[in-house]
């Protein structure tokens, strides 16, 4: 119950926060966002209801429940790499700004003459 | 009635003077270049024509060197702004086509379509332009016939609603999703596009200006996928 309750509050007070403002920091579009809320819902429903699990286990033929540290390093590893991905974007997007700026500066001072 | 015309340059030192030079002859003396970081010398052989020359200190892209152009065209005024490749591909002959439609009240946006006439096109062209067209359909919600023509012309009204972040091919499709959701009008013409054995080589050797074949195709066709989750 205390794991769920830690986990459930840091989704509450940090992933959500930072989905939603990465949405509007306009880094994430509204399909991105809405797939990151389903993505994280579906993730506390799962803490929630663990029994879930078996279920999808069982459906999937998932019995060892060393499988499910792996499915979470994997998921983890999704995580970070949309972070390094979204980091990336924002840089790149950055580098054409500048590159732009100053391919534009002659004609922006000739304009002020 | 100030028309500027951008050319958008990489690595294009062998025939960007003679491209500049042929536009001219068509009595379009409102040229601006961008040269996008071109390792070769694109700039100063652009330059010894005399047209506005820019520079991006490193290579950024065609949408990218697209964009600065069309900004650089804003700053000075244009009443129309046409974009053509810089490789000689598109014949300046054709500008007054594309322009035409928009003198007469008939189109906010022209694209020079490779689609409405496909003799002497490359096959792999083609079906690579059909499928980024059900891309830019299915991604923006606009099908024309040659969605990533890079020969367009825009009106004022056009040119100050659109403004795009996709630093590579794929920017000629989000242009479209932002003509269609600025309600602007658009109209294809049909062009000729001449496949000199200059343009259907030059990417062979470079490998950071994807452009032709199917691979390259593919990737631009994966960006616009991914573009749909990050802006």
Redesign the interface.
């Known amino acids: 119950m205390v794991i769920q309750i830690v986990v459930t509050i840091g989704v509450v007070l940090f992933i959500l926060p930072n989905i939603y403002s990465s949405y509007k920091k ?4 509204t ?2 966002a809405l ?1 990151w809320l389903f993505f994280w819902l579906v993730g506390l429903v799962i803490i929630w209801f663990p029994e879930l699990i078996g279920l999808i286990g069982e459906f999937m033929g998932v019995e060892r429940s060393i499988d499910a540290l792996v499915y979470i390093a994997i998921v983890y590893l999704l995580y970070a790499s949309l972070r390094q ?2 980091s990336i ?1 924002e840089l ?2 950055e ?2 700004l500048l ?2 700026k ?3 500066k ?3 001072n000739d ?1 002020r003459k | 009635m100030r028309n500027y015309i951008v050319l958008p340059a990489y690595c294009e030192e062998k025939v960007i003077k003679k491209v500049i030079e042929s536009i001219k002859k068509e009595g379009y003396n409102n040229i601006i270049v ?1 040269d996008d ?1 071109s390792s070769d010398n694109t700039y100063k052989e652009a330059k010894l024509t005399g047209v ?1 020359v ?5 290579n ?1 892209g065609k949408g ?1 060197a697209t ?2 152009g069309i ?2 065209a804003k ?2 005024n244009a009443d129309i702004i046409v974009t053509m490749d810089s490789d000689g591909q598109h014949n300046p002959k054709d500008i007054k086509k594309l322009i035409q439609p928009i003198l007469d009240g008939k189109a906010d946006v022209v694209i020079g379509s490779r689609m409405l006439n496909t003799k002497g096109m490359p096959k792999s062209r083609i079906v690579m332009n059909k499928i980024a067209n059900i891309v830019t359909y299915i991604f923006f919600g606009i099908l024309v016939s040659d969605s990533q023509s890079g020969f367009r012309a825009y009106n004022k009204k056009a040119y100050t609603s659109v403004y795009t ?1 996709m ?1 590579r091919y794929e920017f000629e499709s989000e242009m479209l999703g932002q003509i269609k959701n600025a309600k602007l009008k658009i109209k294809e013409v049909p062009i000729k596009v001449i496949y000199t054995d200059y343009s259907k080589n030059k990417y062979k050797h470079m490998n950071t200006f994807p452009a032709q074949g199917l691979t390259n195709g593919f990737k631009m066709i994966a960006r616009l996928i991914e573009s ?4």
């Open positions: 306009k880094n994430l579009t399909f991105g797939l991905k979204i974007n790149s997007k580098i054409t590159s732009r100053l391919a534009l002659d004609i922006k304009k | 961008v970081g506005i820019l520079k991006h200190p490193i950024r990218a964009q600065t900004d650089a700053l000075l972040y630093d749909s989750l990050f802006k």
